[in-house]
């Protein structure tokens, strides 16, 4: 099917995990609200509601440094039971309209309904039809994009946020990209922009004077989509079957590490739980293995190795190779595999990872 024939839907819940707290406390709905690690212990928020984003918080920043923006911030800990059963109530409302459904994560997913009958086939109605069930059933709002394909939808679903929608209809992409901010390009991020910006690149109409020659030379591989997205292009179809691609663990300590023994013992106890993790994908062949180290400088460093099974020995001979090389305190440690891809999907399969960095 061409890509102008799609009608894709991009759903993103509004705030999701402050949200669903503050829909259960009231006494929340006027105050400064985010969700994630204590600031004793280092943690990271995972969402900030748009009350406390308007003193510059945001998801990722560290609870500390939000606390000094927005002394008044409550903080919230993770409660990932909860989130994922109100996901799926979600996505059971999703199903209604049709079902070839992409999760992305738990507050958000693409959804192609190019041949659904629902509301005559309307893909801004059906759009519309979601958010109104999603506010009036489970009291939360979610925005939505509307276009003919992936990337444009995407862009729709935060155009007018929080609680709106955008149609990017085809006839109106070529005016709407060339107005878009390069910044707006999935995968364009600090370094990126501060390049685009550096060769006079600021909109989407700029990045279409260039050839797409230049912009691998420039970019390398990247390049290449670049130039497909600054013209809103992107044949990607929604995929129903998403298996995951990888299995890590990770912990951001309350002290930084300064001694190797101490870094041995915090990999051992990593290992146990990836162990656990692991249990459950038994049918999954692992590639290789991988351990994430960040320091006190807030640089990080990985390693990666080749390995049918993540046994012990091998973390703890990445980590002394990479320790070898510097003697900075250390922050954060992670382990991981790699998992070969799968041949075979039965059934949609919605799996998350949870770092233990925000739960700290």
Request: aromatic share 8%; proline share 3%; glycine share 4%.
């Amino acid at each position: 099917m061409e890509n102008h024939e799609r009608k894709i839907i991009h759903i993103d819940m509004d705030c999701f995990y402050a949200a669903v707290e503050i829909r259960d406390n009231p006494e929340l709905i006027y105050k400064p609200v985010a969700v994630g690690g204590s600031a004793q212990n280092r943690g990271v928020l995972c969402t900030a509601n748009y009350i406390a984003r308007k003193s510059g918080v945001h998801s990722a920043m560290s609870t500390a440094h939000a606390l000094d923006l927005c002394p008044d911030l409550i903080v919230l800990p993770v409660n990932m039971d909860k989130y994922v059963a109100v996901s799926a109530q979600i996505h059971e409302i999703f199903q209604r309209y049709t079902n070839i459904i992409e999760p992305l994560s738990l507050d958000e997913a693409f959804l192609d309904v190019t041949e659904s009958s629902k509301i005559h086939g309307s893909a801004t109605r059906i759009a519309s039809a979601i958010r109104n069930d999603i506010a009036h059933e489970l009291q939360l709002t979610a925005s939505a994009g509307i276009a003919a394909n992936k990337f444009l939808a995407k862009i729709g679903s935060d155009w007018h946020k929080p609680n709106g929608q955008c149609v990017i209809a085809p006839q109106r992409v070529d005016y709407f990209m060339k107005k878009l901010p390069v910044n707006k390009i999935f995968g364009v991020g600090k370094v990126t922009y501060e390049k685009l910006n550096g060769l006079g690149i600021q909109t989407c109409k700029d990045l279409q004077d260039w050839p797409e020659e230049s912009l691998t030379r420039e970019f390398g591989k990247f390049g290449s989509a670049l130039y497909q997205r600054c013209r809103g292009i992107d044949s990607r179809p929604v995929e129903v079957r998403r298996t995951r691609k990888s299995i890590s663990v990770e912990n951001t300590f309350s002290v930084n590490l300064h001694d190797s023994n101490a870094c041995l013992t915090a990999i051992t106890q990593l290992h146990t739980d990836l162990l656990k993790r692991l249990k459950k994908h038994k049918q999954r062949q692992i590639k290789s293995i991988f351990l994430k180290l960040k320091f006190d400088d807030f640089s990080i460093t990985t390693s990666q190795a080749q390995a049918r099974k993540a046994e012990l020995c091998l973390f703890e001979l990445l980590f002394k190779q990479k320790k070898a090389h510097t003697e900075r305190p250390i922050r954060l440690i992670g382990l991981g595999v790699q998992l070969e891809p799968q041949n075979a999907f039965s059934g949609t399969q919605l799996e998350f990872e949870f770092s233990e960095a925000m739960a700290s």
